[in-house]
C-alpha cells in the first residue's frame, strides 16, 4: 500500500501499537460511558480530558452506510468498498471493506474485522463480510 499513513502521537500512538498485534481499540470515558473513535484527546461526549481509557472492540460490525469506488487510488484497485461500519460498541468507523463482489454489499450486512498490513509492522483495520 503506498498511500500516506500518518505517525503515531501521543494521542494515537496506543491506537497504532494495537494495530501491530491486530487489536482494534476503541476509547471509553470513564466519566459518561461514551465510546469513540478515531482516538481524540478529549472525549466527544462530555469533553473530559482526563477519563478516556483504551477498550478492545470485538471486531464484530454491520455496513452503515457504503459506496463502491470505480476509480483508481495509490493502493487500491478498483471497484472497492469505502464503507461506513457500526462497531458492535457503537461507534462509527470509516473503512474498506473486501468483498468477492462490491456490488453486493448494503446497508445492514454483518461484516468481521480483518487487517491490511503496513510496511512498518502496523495494519490499518479492513472489514469483511461475515459467513451467514
Not at 503515531?8 to 473513535?37: F, K, N, Y
Request: hydrophobic content about 40%; overall charge negative; aromatic content about 6%.
Amino acid at each position: 500500500m503506498s498511500a500516506e499513513v500518518p505517525e503515531p502521537d501521543e494521542v494515537t500512538g496506543p491506537w497504532w501499537e494495537a494495530t501491530r498485534r491486530r487489536i482494534l481499540l476503541v476509547q471509553s470515558c470513564g466519566a459518561c460511558g461514551h465510546t469513540q473513535h478515531p482516538p481524540r484527546a478529549l472525549c466527544t461526549g462530555c469533553g473530559s480530558d482526563r477519563h478516556l481509557d483504551w477498550v478492545e472492540a470485538s471486531g464484530a460490525a454491520v455496513v452503515d452506510a457504503c459506496t463502491v469506488v470505480e476509480r483508481a487510488m495509490p493502493g487500491f484497485t478498483p471497484p472497492y468498498v469505502v464503507a461506513r461500519v457500526r462497531l458492535a460498541e457503537g461507534v462509527l468507523l470509516l473503512s474498506n471493506v473486501v468483498a468477492d463482489d462490491p456490488y453486493l454489499l448494503a446497508t445492514g450486512d454483518r461484516l468481521r474485522l480483518d487487517w491490511r498490513p503496513l510496511p512498518d509492522g502496523r495494519a490499518l483495520p479492513v472489514f469483511v463480510p461475515s459467513e451467514r
